[in-house]
Every structure is written in structure tokens, then in C-alpha cells.
């Protein structure tokens, strides 16, 4: 591994170490486990279950939103919260969700694990705080320079920890283990969702020296987690995205990323995978400055991490912006070639029907 490299996520890593293990006294519950088709998501609670791993402590549940059930904790335990980048009102069922452990849990220490802190509304953040405010052991870690500044700016009380992500705390032996040779040049991982910078693309662009495609298998993964959790037990659930689900989604993420010469990300997590495994990568911003933030605070002096200028910018968006015209010129073609076809077959049929009639009254 470059020794820069080493040195950067050794050091990240020992910056969560030194600061969140001591706020973990006792036995604890983490939740709201992101049984979802991110393998971002699945990479910081990879990280999170190898940084428990280490502490002496029993974990006495983990649970998802949907597994986890409000009933009666031990005072004692310590309620840590998945970190991430949904802290805020772009993705409100995650923060309601914290609302809702802060309120009814209000003599248990409760930690939220680095987040991105990102709110489209004034008022919004106004009354999150407030109600946070309300809980007298509530550790807020944020995970760059302007979330811990944008908790602090609007009257947060609690403790506040600024930490770099928890996918640094994983165990990077692991992950070479399922690293592949590099045979493609170039990738554009572009986001699909609302926090893509670029605009969407509806399909996957493949050619000899670039691809511009999102994370691999995410319908698919989507769909396996929403139907297993619809057929089975919530206990069914927490073992089979714990034991099954997460262990392969982080193996197709990082089969997927390695492959790759090189890679201009606007997702987080594929610039912090590459950064794990000693390969270089570009990091673009999301819609809202997430990823910009989270390299200006801990990744600048990376030899392998860095940010595309102004005029290479500006040349990623022309091409995905050609990519774009193409696929809609390529669907226009074929829903035009489906209703020619549609159109032939009814004249058909009207035809045999015509037919039918004209041969029924001649006989």
C-alpha cells in the first residue's frame, strides 16, 4: 500500500478510535442499520461492526428501522445511531427516526455515528435542534468542518465530535481479499438519485475507454431487500441482512470499484473504497456540497484522492450530457419502432376481420 495512503487512513481511523471509544461505557444497541441497496451505507456499518468489534462490550441488538421495536432499554446501554449522510431534511424518514429514539429514550446515552448535517430548511433544522436540545446525553458526530459548524452556529447543546467516516475503521485485508486486476480505464460514477450534481441517466453508458453508470446492482439489491423484509420475521430480517446481504453487496462493490484504472466519483463511498484499497480517485461534489466538504476536512493530503478542475468539470458534463441525447434518442427510436409494430398488427387484424366478413356474406 502507498505509504501516504497508509498513513492517512491509519490516521483517520485512530482519530474515531481515540475519540468515540471512550463515550462507549457499556453494553450497547445499534440502530437503524441500513438494510438498503447503498453499498456506501454497507461500507460505514461494515466499518462501525469492526470498530465494535474491538470494544469490550456486548451488543444487545441491532435493528434496522423497520426491525426495531420501541419497548423498554436498560438504562445503561448506550444507543448508537448509523452514521451517514441523511442527517437533516433530504432524507427525513432516517432523521425522524432519530427524533423518535431521542424522545423516547431520554436516560440512555445516545451517540449518532458521523453524519453529514445537511438542512434545505431553516425552520426545519430550527425545530430538529430544539428537540435535541431536549435529551441531556446526545453526542452528535459530524463528519466535516461544516456539519459540526452548522450545529454549533444554530444552538445545538449536546456534545458535538467531528469524525471522519466509520468505513475507515474496516479492516482492509478484508477488502483486498476481494479485489480484482484492473482491465477498464475509466468510470464515471454518477449518482441517480436527487443528490446527483450531473442530472440522471435512465441506462447504464458502456464503451471501450469510459463507462458512466451508478453503483452495480442496485434495482436488484433494492428489490431483494424490500421483498425479504416483507415475507419475514423481523428477527429473519436482522440475520439475513446481517450474515448474507451485507458481506456480498461490500464484495460487489469492491469487485466493481478495482476494476477500474481510474474513477471520477460523485458518490462519497466509491472515492473512500478506492482510497482503501490504494487506488486513485477523483472526487466530484454531490447536489449539496457533501463530498467537497468531507475532502476539504479530511483528504487533501492524499496522494491518491483529488478533485477534477473547473475545465475537466465542465468537460464530464458535456459528455454525460451527449450520453443523455443519445438514450433519448435511442428510446424515441424504439417506442417509435413498438408503435409502428402496434399499428401494423391492428391493420392486420382489421384486415382478417374484413375478410372474414366479406368471404361470410359471398358464401
Known amino acids: 500500500m502507498n505509504q501516504n495512503n497508509r498513513d492517512i487512513c491509519s490516521r483517520l481511523r485512530s482519530i474515531i478510535e481515540e475519540q468515540l471509544t471512550p463515550l462507549i461505557e457499556s453494553d450497547y444497541f445499534y440502530l437503524d442499520l441500513p438494510y438498503h441497496s447503498n453499498i456506501g451505507d454497507s461500507l460505514i456499518w461494515m466499518g462501525t ?3 465494535l468489534k474491538r470494544l469490550p462490550y ?3 441488538g441491532s435493528h434496522s428501522i423497520g426491525t426495531f421495536s420501541f419497548r423498554h432499554l436498560p438504562k445503561d ?4 445511531l448509523h452514521g451517514g449522510g441523511n442527517f437533516g431534511d433530504v432524507w427525513r424518514k432516517h432523521q425522524d427516526f432519530r427524533l423518535k429514539v431521542i424522545n423516547n429514550y431520554p436516560d440512555n446515552r445516545i451517540i449518532i455515528l458521523p453524519q453529514t448535517i445537511y438542512y434545505e430548511s ?3 433544522l430550527a425545530a430538529d435542534i430544539q428537540e435535541m436540545n431536549r435529551h441531556s446525553q446526545l453526542t452528535v458526530c459530524a463528519r466535516d ?3 459540526a459548524s452548522l450545529l454549533k452556529e444554530n444552538g445545538f447543546t449536546g456534545r458535538i465530535l467531528k469524525l471522519p467516516d466509520m468505513a475507515f475503521c474496516i479492516d482492509r485485508n478484508q477488502l483486498a481479499a476481494d479485489k480484482m486486476p484492473v482491465s477498464r480505464e475509466e468510470l464515471i460514477l454518477l449518482r441517480k438519485d436527487k443528490e446527483s450534481p450531473l442530472g440522471t441517466l ?6 471501450a475507454n469510459v463507462d458512466i453508470r451508478d453503483w452495480p446492482n442496485q434495482k436488484k439489491a433494492y428489490k431483494i431487500a424490500k421483498g425479504y423484509t416483507r415475507k419475514h420475521t423481523a428477527q429473519e430480517t436482522d440475520v439475513f441482512f446481517q450474515t448474507d446481504f451485507l458481506p456480498r453487496r461490500i464484495s460487489e462493490g469492491v469487485k466493481f470499484v478495482s476494476e477500474y484504472r481510474m474513477v471520477c466519483s460523485t458518490r462519497l463511498h466509491v472515492a473512500i473504497l478506492r482510497l482503501l484499497l490504494d487506488l486513485p480517485v477523483k472526487v466530484m461534489d454531490n447536489s449539496y456540497g457533501k463530498n467537497l ?3 476539504n476536512t479530511w483528504l487533501t493530503d492524499s496522494e491518491l484522492v483529488s478533485t477534477p478542475g473547473e475545465e475537466e468539470l465542465k468537460q464530464l458534463g458535456m459528455m454525460v450530457e451527449t450520453c443523455r441525447q443519445k ?3 435511442g428510446k424515441g427510436r424504439k417506442q417509435y419502432r413498438a408503435l409502428l409494430w402496434f399499428l401494423s398488427a391492428i391493420l392486420l387484424v382489421c384486415t382478417l376481420v374484413l375478410l372474414y366478413i366479406l368471404l361470410s356474406d359471398k358464401y
Not at 446501554?77 to 448508537?80: D, G, K, P, Q, Y
Not at 435512465?202 to 464503451?207: R, V, W
Open 49 to 51: 461492526e469492526h470498530f
Open 58 to 60: 456486548q451488543c444487545l
Open 77 to 80: 446501554a448506550v444507543i448508537l
Open 122 to 124: 431553516a425552520s426545519v
Open 145 to 147: 468542518n461544516q456539519s
Open 202 to 207: 435512465s441506462a447504464e453508458i458502456t464503451s
Open 293 to 295: 466538504n468531507f475532502y
Open 327 to 329: 438514450l433519448k434518442t
